[in-house]
């Protein structure tokens, strides 16, 4: 399996000044050469679109611990239905009811935390 896997790589170095040049025809291969280089792209394009996902995956925001820093504190968020959640939201003693959606937010109500935290799972 090693020498095959040799070969292919030999093959696309070789191949590679043939693609890079646009005016120069590729020389003749079988049809074994064409499906090798459309693997080879293949894999190529894969492992780019993975390396992106993983990219944006990191440099996404907001960042994970950016969510943990502060006096405000995310208590529970409870999707209603594609596009709408209720969020509850904890600063400075109190407990803040807010309806999120992607047209507008509201202030629904307002509780003491104390009330709240015998009301909320251990977790």
Known sequence: MRPKIGTVIILLLSAAPAWCQADTPLPAHGPTYHLLRAL?????????????????????????GALTEGP??????????????????????????IAWSQESVALIGEL??????????DG
């Open 40 to 64: 080879a792209s293949l894999l190529i394009v894969i492992v780019l679109i993975l390396l992106t996902y993983y990219a944006l995956k990191k440099l996404s925001w907001p960042v994970a």
């Open 72 to 97: 405000l504190e995310l208590l529970q968020v409870l999707p209603v239905e594609p596009g709408r959640r209720i969020y509850l939201i904890g600063l400075k003693g109190r407990a803040y009811v």
């Open 112 to 121: 003491e935390r104390s009330e709240v935290d015998e009301q909320l799972p």
